[in-house]
Nanobody, 122 residues
């Protein structure tokens, strides 16, 4: 398990922007090197968790259909950690939900962040 710390989120108006950041915490270098895919998922009340965006170590990105062209995922190595950032532009009320950071290692092990709330008002 990789410990993840999320930040960002909050309340925005429709058409506004937010930035979510997730970084590994207290991970040793071998663990950081083992991380392949980083990404964000979200869960709205009464709905299943869905893909928002992912990015591989090589920088290959994947986006959910509903966020393409509006959200941008990026990844960077920071001091003794790796971080994934999600830029949310053109927010819509349908983007409301709890956003979860996820990392997957090359061996297929998943770790999840605690979740951060995004609320978009119309």
């Amino acid at each position: 398990q990789v410990q993840l710390v999320e930040s960002g989120g909050g309340l925005a108006q429709a058409g506004g922007s937010l930035t979510l950041t997730c970084a590994t915490s207290r991970a040793i270098l071998s663990t950081i090197w083992s991380i392949n895919i980083m990404g964000w998922y979200r869960q709205a009340p009464g709905k299943q968790r869905e893909l928002v965006a992912t990015i591989t170590k090589e920088g290959v990105t994947t986006y959910g259909d509903s966020v393409k062209g509006r959200f941008t995922i990026s990844r960077e190595n920071v001091k003794r950690a790796v971080a994934v950032r999600l830029q949310l532009n053109g927010l819509q009320p349908e983007d409301t939900g709890v956003y979860y950071c996820n990392v997957r290692t090359y061996s297929g092990d998943d770790s999840w962040g605690q979740g951060t709330q995004v609320t978009v008002s119309s």
